[in-house]
């Protein structure tokens, strides 16, 4: 009977160490995905808007807590300058992730005025998901990332325009050359090296949520993974500060994620963290504003940062 209690209290506590791990390889590696059946657009005029432009669609990456229904929100429309919503359009959402054997069907959605669907992805096991979302009219589609996380996973935060690049598209207003924008010396490094040892990675930009797709492309570009990414849904990207104030109080709230550093640029990172509750002393700023109102200094680029404060940073406590 001690032999059968031990074993049972070791296999729990070996699945619950488990489950508070970021899966990164599961979602990266989707099995072969088959399309749904094409059909004509219900509208004859998004079969011209299909036609002449470029898709631009995005799905917005969740994180929830582990019991927690989940939802996401797809936004589908065409060119990358115009963005004219796809409205009044079929939607056909699927799913694959940690622990599945296959893609599994979602659901059929309408878009509605914005180009918008709100899909229901239930209560999911922890763990990390790809949700795939296509165009039933021309099969166009976009994928977002769902996390389901325990609560205390130990996490770090970037911001991205002047963090993790060295341009500062966000402060610029000016996001024409994203697709190519150089990284930061030693920066994907920095943020593979803590994926690595078990932080859940979450990129909080005031980038517009229209640039989506051309930053998704960016990620993998520089060597990174491109998930958990949270832009602004406004589409100037207005009110940077308090907008991220509010998904800092979301994670660490909500969620109940344990936020052990926060990486940024700019003045409006400093507030914003320092308002969402993450100590000065695990604030760390690089650029112009670095070391400023009791923030931790980057200087240059992060290759002193990475050999001297993140190679010693052990692997995270939530998961080992």
């Not at 996390?147 to 770090?156: C, M």
């Not at 550093?261 to 690089?286: F, H, L």
Request: net charge negative; with cysteine.
């Amino acid at each position: 009977m001690r032999f059968f209690l031990l074993a049972l209290c070791l296999t729990a506590f070996s699945m619950g160490v488990w489950a508070d791990c970021p899966d990164y390889t599961t979602p990266s590696n989707p099995p072969t995905f088959s399309k749904p059946t094409k059909r004509s657009f219900r509208n004859f005029g998004n079969t011209i808007l299909a036609g002449l432009y470029v898709p631009y669609h995005m799905v917005y990456d969740t994180i929830v807590k582990s019991g927690s229904n989940a939802t996401m929100v797809g936004k589908f429309d065409y060119d990358a300058v115009f963005h004219k919503d796809l409205e009044n359009e079929y939607i056909h959402v699927y799913i694959y992730g940690t622990a599945m054997s296959g893609w599994t069907y979602v659901g059929r959605y309408t878009t509605n005025g914005d180009g918008k669907i709100t899909a229901n992805l239930g209560i999911r096991a922890t763990g990390d998901y790809i949700v795939r979302m296509v165009v039933e009219g021309d099969l166009s589609s976009a994928d977002g990332y769902l996390t389901v996380a325990d609560p205390g996973r130990q996490t770090v935060l970037f911001d991205v325009d002047g963090t993790l690049t060295t341009n500062d598209f966000e402060a610029l207003a000016d996001y024409a050359g994203i697709k190519i924008a150089d990284a930061y010396y030693y920066a994907p490094e920095t943020v593979n090296a803590y994926r690595n040892k078990g932080y859940q990675i979450v990129y909080l930009t005031g980038r517009p949520y229209w640039n989506t797709k051309d930053t998704r492309e960016w990620f993998p570009l520089k060597g990174m993974k491109s998930w958990h990414y949270h832009p602004s849904s406004d589409y100037l990207g207005a009110n940077v500060q308090a907008y991220k104030t509010d998904y800092i109080n979301y994670l660490r709230n909500t969620v109940g994620l344990d936020i052990i550093r926060a990486y940024g640029n700019a003045s409006t990172d400093i507030a914003a963290y320092a308002a969402g509750g993450i100590p000065k002393a695990d604030t760390w700023i690089i650029g112009e504003n670095a070391g400023k109102e009791g923030t931790q200094s980057i200087t240059g680029n992060y290759s002193l940062h990475y050999n001297t404060v993140v190679a010693s940073t052990p692997q995270a406590s939530s998961c080992y």
